[in-house]
């Protein structure tokens, strides 16, 4: 028997079981036309011989109401189906980068970069790590990290984000693993528990579509997060670190660092500044000062160093400039002594002023 006729009848097959209802796109209850909703039975060798693009593709029926409808009137899909409507996370301000002429993965980010269309949605357990929706063999890091960095410690690359969340870092956001650095601000319950990607990023209304497919608010993030000194702080300033972060614990005296009123309250510097989100190579606590990608807003201090030294929770030095005062250092914790009021021990030094915000380049994304 020829290869094809081979694969075609164990193609067929196969079937009843992919036509099975809860099967995804080839569940016939939802698709009554089968493949050809979305397959030309002709097209170019060695390609997924679609219709149209891949993204164009998708809108047919996860366009929103209007688009479901046409699709219902051209027979593509049952009345009772309800895709999830992506084009509303489409049109916001910060998006997902794709190609929308792409027709496969292979010619750029598309689609089916995330997703497997074959099969049906990937289930999650309760808690815990997220598998991913492309593959459920691989967990949801893995995934965003085949874009996004994937080397972890072996290399230095900005692209690399995979760095951030494993040792030897000193310290991270528990994406791959947990870690052993328990803040004493989390939320009740949250403690040694790890979080995934999408905690963060993803659509930021309630209703939205799951997924990083859209935000209104920068870097893809589910709830607002101010980056830029200046702001002020709010709850809903920093509703994203307050989703896992009680307010009340990180800005009370008895913090392990007590000086997070006085910076982010009274000289309304932003957490970014003193903290990256994914992780610290160098410093515990996820503090960012003597890498690569310290922000505008902290310069060297008056000696020329920029250095944060940790001695132990709730201890360290601080070596730099910041909101218009020279640290050289500042200590703090057991055995320094608090500084007098107003003064947080500085002495005059110069101050660079935060840059404005704006889109640039995602620093974070490998070259395809």
Not at 112 to 122: F, K, V, Y
Not at 153 to 176: E, G, M, N
Not at 184 to 192: D, H, K, M, T, Y
Not at 211 to 230: E, K, M, N, V
Request: charge should be positive; proline fraction near 12%; include cysteine.
């Amino acid at each position: 028997m020829p290869r094809a006729a081979v694969i075609a009848a164990l193609w067929f097959a196969s079937w009843p079981a992919l036509a099975a209802p809860g099967a995804g796109h080839v569940d016939r209850s939802q698709l009554p036309a089968g493949c050809l909703t979305c397959h030309q039975g002709h097209g170019q060798s060695n390609s997924p011989m679609l219709r149209v693009p891949q993204q164009e593709l998708c809108l047919t029926c996860h366009g929103g109401q209007g688009a479901r409808q046409e699709a219902i009137r051209r027979g593509l899909l049952k009345p009772t189906a309800n895709p999830a409507d992506i084009s509303r996370a489409l049109l916001l301000p910060y998006q997902h980068p794709m190609d929308p002429l792409a027709t496969s993965s292979r010619q750029g980010v598309t689609c089916t970069s995330c997703h497997a269309p074959h099969r049906g949605a990937t289930v999650n357990p309760s808690g815990g790590k997220k598998l991913s929706p492309q593959n459920p063999r691989k967990f949801e890091f893995e995934l965003c990290e085949s874009c996004h960095g994937f080397q972890g410690a072996l290399t230095q690359s900005l692209a690399d984000i995979s760095r951030y969340f494993d040792y030897p870092s000193q310290s991270f956001h528990p994406v791959h693993r947990p870690s052993s650095n328990r803040s004493p601000s989390l939320r009740p319950g949250l403690s040694g528990k790890e979080i995934n990607c999408t905690d963060c990023h993803g659509s930021d209304a309630p209703q939205g579509p799951k997924g990083p497919h859209g935000s209104s608010t920068r870097f893809l993030l589910r709830a607002p997060y101010t980056t830029t000194d200046g702001q002020g702080e709010s709850p809903e300033a920093y509703a994203l670190c307050y989703r896992c972060h009680q307010r009340e614990k990180v800005l009370s005296p008895q913090s392990p660092f007590p000086y997070h009123q006085k910076h982010v309250v009274d000289e309304r510097a932003s957490c970014a500044t003193c903290h990256n989100g994914h992780g610290s190579p160098n410093n515990r606590a996820l503090i960012r000062f003597g890498e690569e990608t310290t922000l505008a807003g902290v310069a060297p201090a008056a000696s020329g160093r920029l250095q944060f030294l940790s001695t132990g929770p709730g201890q360290g030095s601080c070596f730099l400039t910041c909101h218009g005062k020279n640290h050289d250092p500042l200590s703090y914790g057991p055995g320094n002594p608090p500084p007098p009021p107003g003064t947080l021990g500085h002495s005059p030094g110069k101050f660079s002023p935060p840059s404005p915000p704006g889109l640039g380049i995602n620093p974070h994304l490998r070259p395809r």
